[in-house]
């Protein structure tokens, strides 16, 4: 079976983890510091601040603002459902704004469309490491938070994303560009909110067996995916029976805000070189993504990227116009292709907040299919994949 995602193992990680328990903190400190200082030139983002998690970042961001109970703010109709507990949980008013059927991005229509005079902030993400419109949001004249969870590297403008809006969150999960196996980066050109955090963030020990620990977990788990144990699994697992359980409870496992845990040195050195390596990193990725595109069979449609400016890669996704997902998936299974449907790409986050007045999310989510492309992927692979798809279309074509 083919995976539809892997982690990328370099031994200078597992150096890194060796070394983590010999850090002293004066030099854990040292790392961060020389991290977040490269990562804010690299963005072009006055500001920046290793954290626990992307979410973390966003919690700060919205905390920093002084965004209040009953303030609205908008939000994409197709994004990571687990943002919503923690702006709820805020009191804030999670208001969802449609998406774009081709990029799966708001657009500026569709977020005017769900501006009132309570709107305090706009969370614009972009999808998949596809910019969004960020420079019409933008002046919109309310504040906007970048959510670059999939986008570090992407350019509007030749200018990078996340230096547009008043502040941007990052990632730094296993699964993400910049893995560091866990934590986040928030940037910010404002020095107010820069200055709120930096007191924040001084108050929290730093310790670095969580960060050991979590990437020992992710070991082990990629152990597992490269096994021929995967294909069994995947066919119990990810099926109409099972597969939204699981992965409930696989989200609920390995993503948390963790604040209390500050970002680590081991993190911190994982993290300067994935930085120094993401162009080439990009340069190597984008390719396949073009040939993956160009090689789809008829019926699906590949995300449409470059619209607002280029994209950096974070995952294949296209829109499948054939039928039902979860038989194509089955198909997919017995010709050794694992495919990600529904919210495994991303969620209905209008559907979520019980709302219907967000259809080209609900379509885009009803098609929606992830299709195996990921670090490490040789060509042979993916032209396997290629290959595998197109068997799948002249399966359809002949029943
Ligand atoms: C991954 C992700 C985040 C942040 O995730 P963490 O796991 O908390 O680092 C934020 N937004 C989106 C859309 C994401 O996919």
Redesign the pocket.
């Known amino acids: 079976m083919i995976p539809r995602r892997r982690i990328r193992l370099d031994w200078a990680d597992l150096a890194d983890w060796l070394k983590a328990p010999f850090l002293s903190p004066c030099q854990s400190r040292a790392e961060v510091a020389a991290f977040e200082a490269e990562f804010s030139r690299a963005m072009n983002i006055p500001h920046a601040f290793a954290v626990a ?6 919690c700060l961001i919205v905390d920093g603002l002084g965004l209040q109970r009953g303030d609205e703010i908008i939000i994409p109709a197709y ?2 459902g ?2 919503l507990p923690l702006l709820a949980d805020r009191g804030l008013i999670l208001v969802p704004a449609d998406i774009d059927p081709e990029s799966y991005n708001l657009t500026v229509a569709s977020v005017c469309a769900a501006m009132s005079p309570r709107t305090r902030a706009i969370l614009a ?1 972009h ?1 998949l490491g596809a910019p969004c419109d960020i420079v019409g949001l933008c002046r919109l004249g309310i504040p906007v938070i970048e ?1 670059c ?2 986008a570090p590297g992407a350019t509007v403008d030749g200018r990078p994303v996340g230096s547009f809006g008043v502040a941007a ?1 990052f ?3 296993a ?2 560009a910049l893995a560091a196996f ?3 980066v928030l940037a910010t050109r404002d020095p107010a909110l820069a200055a709120k955090v930096g007191a924040i963030l001084a108050g929290r020990p730093r310790q670095e067996w969580p960060a050991m620990k979590k990437m020992a977990f992710k070991w082990v788990e990629e152990a597992v995916i490269r096994s021929p144990l995967y294909g069994f699994l995947a066919r119990l697992l990810f099926n109409e029976r099972w597969a939204r359980r699981f992965e409930g409870f696989y989200r609920r496992a390995t ?3 963790r604040p209390q845990i500050a970002f680590s040195g081991m993190q911190a050195r994982l993290a300067r070189r994935k930085l120094s390596q993401l162009a080439q990193r990009q340069a190597r990725l984008e390719p396949l993504w073009q040939q993956l595109a160009a090689a789809l069979p008829a019926d699906f449609a590949p995300q449409k990227r470059d619209t607002f400016g280029t994209p950096a890669f974070y995952n294949f996704v296209a829109r499948y116009l054939g039928g039902n997902l979860q038989d194509l998936r089955q198909q997919a299974q017995t010709l050794g292709l694992d495919l990600g449907i529904h919210g495994e790409v ?1 969620d209905d986050t209008a559907r979520m907040l019980g709302r219907t007045d967000c259809p080209k999310a609900a379509a885009v989510f009803g098609q929606a299919v992830l299709i195996p492309l990921y670090d490490g992927m040789s060509r042979n692979r993916l032209d396997q994949v290629v290959g595998r798809l197109q068997a799948l279309a002249e399966a359809k074509k002949s029943s």
């Open positions: 998690s992307g979410r973390d970042a966003l994004t990571l687990e943002l993400l999808l959510d969870a999939h969150l990632s730094l999960e699964n993400k866990g934590g986040g993503g948390r805000v991303m």
